[in-house]
Every structure is written in structure tokens, then in C-alpha cells.
């Protein structure tokens, strides 16, 4: 039996570093060719061994006007995420404390189709009211997409906070509102912190929406990654620089905060 656990957790241990390598392989590969000239990047021989350089960072930055997408990423994340936590919030707790189940499946169906569905319609809204190229219809667009998984995963959430804290503060007069922001807001501070690192982290990567509703003056990060690319030549060096630059803000975050996304997104799944 014993003989038979220990092989069970060899295995177990196999297939976790068989995922790990599969998945660190191509990140640390971006990583260490954004340290690299172009022409050793395309050179196995200097695939483990070569001499590191910061020329690509300094090239995206200096060639590229890296740092005007920066701010626009930076602005528009953090707006379109703070709007999506608090339009998302209350309605989370109304479907938990109402009991409005159909809304909440409602809301799932929303956020199972496909982004590109609601890209035509943002489009022509916004062409109409010529505000193509604006930061109002690229924060809205952003935030459209992330209010339906800020209001799913609050929900159950919500449901894990006990009714008699609220029943408690009916008896001493406390109103709706005074409720939800004074009770059921710091008990909830954990879910809220996954919604927003969750939100913040789609509106970051957003590439679909800022394609089509921005413009020069709105660029995203994302987008700004078109600009390595050529007809017939690729700056890989800085395509792989400007790549880590967007990656590892976001893991940051994510790492910092794992507990959190993990206890937010685990809510509800266990009840006494």
C-alpha cells in the first residue's frame, strides 16, 4: 500500500512539472530574447548561452513611443475596472439577496458569448456618435466585457456572507444602503479584490475592442505590438521586449494577490 501511494505521487509530480515546463518554456523564452540581438535570437547555437543586452527595452521606448500606450493602458484599465466593481457589486448583491437565479444565468449566458458578438453593435454606436477614437467608448467597450464576470463571481460571494449580520442592523435601523456600504462592503473586500485584479488583467489584454474603436491617441498596449511587425521584417528583439513589458505587471499583480483570486473565486463552493 505504501509502495503503491509512492508511485501514485511520483506520478502526481511527473505530470505537474510536465505542465509547468510546457507552460514556462515559451515565457521564458520571450524573456531571455528580449535580452538578445536580433541575429543571436535567430541563432540556436545562442539559444541557452549568449551576452544579455537591454537594447530592446531601450529601442521600444526611444523608436517606438512605448510609453504614450503605457498610460492609455494604464488610464483606461484601471477606470473601465473601478466602473465595472461598482456597477458590478450592488447588482451581485441583489441577485444573491433577492434570490434572483435567472439573472444570474442571464448574466452567465452573457459572458459564454463570444466578445466579437457585441463588436459590430459597439462600433456603430459609437461611429454614430463620433466618438471613434475617444477614451469614453474604449473604457465603456472594456468595461462592458468585465461587468458580467465581476457580477458571476460576486454573487456567490455575497451568498457566503451571513443574513443575520444584516437582520442585526435592520433591528438597530440601519437603512438599504447604509448596509451595503458598511457591512456587507468590508465583508466582501476579498471577492472584490479578484473581480478587480480579474477585470483589471482582461482590460489590459484587450486587443479585439481597442483594434477597432481606437485609434492614435487611444492606442493600447496590445495594439501597439502591430508596430513590430513589418511586411517583410520582424523586430523580434523588441517585440519580445515590448511583450514582457505587458506581461509582467500583470504577474505581478496576480502573484501578490494569489490568495485572494483564490479565496474569491473559491466563495460559495462550500457551505456549512
Known amino acids: 500500500m505504501k509502495r503503491r501511494r509512492t508511485l501514485s505521487r511520483i ?20 524573456v531571455t530574447s528580449s535580452l538578445k540581438l536580433q541575429r543571436d535570437i535567430l541563432n540556436l547555437d545562442k539559444l541557452i548561452f549568449f551576452s544579455p543586452t537591454i537594447q530592446n527595452y531601450i529601442t521600444i521606448f526611444a523608436d517606438y513611443d512605448f510609453m504614450g500606450p503605457m498610460l492609455n493602458s494604464i488610464w483606461i484599465a484601471t477606470v473601465s475596472t473601478l466602473l465595472a466593481v461598482a456597477l458590478g457589486f450592488p447588482c451581485a448583491y441583489a441577485i444573491s439577496r433577492y434570490k434572483m437565479r435567472w439573472l444570474s444565468v442571464t448574466i452567465l449566458m452573457v459572458r459564454v ?23 469614453t467608448a474604449v473604457i465603456l467597450s472594456h468595461m462592458s466585457a468585465s461587468l458580467p464576470f465581476c457580477i458571476w463571481i460576486m454573487s456567490p460571494f455575497c451568498d457566503s456572507i451571513p443574513v443575520v449580520i444584516e437582520e442585526s442592523a435592520i433591528i438597530d435601523g440601519c437603512t438599504p444602503l447604509r448596509r451595503l456600504v458598511s457591512i456587507i462592503f468590508p465583508l466582501a473586500v ?14 489590459w489584454n484587450n486587443f479585439m475592442y481597442a483594434m477597432v474603436l481606437s485609434g492614435a491617441k487611444t492606442r493600447t498596449l496590445p495594439l501597439t505590438l ?19 513589458v505587458i506581461v509582467f505587471p500583470v504577474l505581478i499583480i496576480a502573484f501578490s494577490m494569489q490568495r485572494y483570486i483564490i479565496k474569491g473565486l473559491t466563495a460559495g463552493a462550500v457551505k456549512g
Open 11 to 30: 506520478f502526481f509530480f511527473l505530470i505537474v512539472a510536465v505542465i509547468v515546463i510546457y507552460i514556462t518554456i515559451p515565457f521564458l523564452w520571450m
Open 190 to 203: 476579498p471577492g472584490l479584490i479578484t473581480v478587480t485584479i480579474m477585470a483589471f488583467i482582461s482590460s
Open 226 to 244: 502591430y508596430n513590430f511587425m513589418g511586411y517583410s521584417f520582424v523586430d523580434w528583439g523588441a517585440l519580445m521586449a515590448a511583450a514582457t
Open 113 to 135: 458569448i463570444p466578445a466579437i458578438s457585441f463588436l459590430i453593435p459597439w462600433y456603430m454606436i459609437v461611429s454614430s456618435l463620433g466618438m471613434t477614437d475617444s477614451y
